[in-house]
């Protein structure tokens, strides 16, 4: 990739590398790296995959089960960070956002109702994700695979979350052939302050 002419083209670009994360199904950008800060104060680290960008309001748009680990740590803190890493462009972005859960209403019911029975599977599961296995290796109810789409509404949308980062900082790192460049990004309230940083 050749080097940033400006700022405002590597905000922008970084950007559109995000948005394409949810239209381009082999992006690298499709996969990143959530991390919180759990009731301890240990950083949690794992992977989500993006479903939606609005990049105008500067939202990044996830799913999870209301059971995992993170809403805990979500409920403890609201501020959260993102790692994406593209090998071939060789850009790593950094974000950095407050994180809120929607859950139960219009938004998510919007969302719910897009997903087909596969996806929904991973909501249903009897017990909350990261508990231990049941004995018999048993873990979806006995009759998820004779219930219809919408039959899979009652046991599995009570545990559907949507999770809505609004970005409010953004750190890009291009290693490139030529040199690194690297930028800081801070919204200010009304528009991006940027800032080229050393690498
Ligand atoms: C490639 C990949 C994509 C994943 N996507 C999601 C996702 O979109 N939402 C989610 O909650 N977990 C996703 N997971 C599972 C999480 O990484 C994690 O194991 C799970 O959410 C439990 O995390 P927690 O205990 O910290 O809440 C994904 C894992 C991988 C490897």
Known sequence: MEAFLSLEHMLRHAWNMIFQGTV?????????????????????????????????????????????????DIQSSQHISLLFWDSKKRVQIRCVGLLCMYKGDSLSKMYWDRIPKQGRGLYATIAPPGTPMPEDGVYMPPDWEERSLPETDMIAYPNFCVLICEVSKLDVLHLGREQHQRGGFHWNGNSWSMKWLIP
């Open 24 to 72: 381009k199904r082999n992006s690298p950008l499709r996969e990143v790296v959530l991390s919180t800060i759990d009731e301890h104060g240990v950083p949690q680290n794992r992977m989500v995959i993006l479903r939606k960008v609005e990049v105008a309001d500067r939202r990044l748009i996830f799913f999870t089960d209301y059971r995992s680990g993170k809403i805990n």
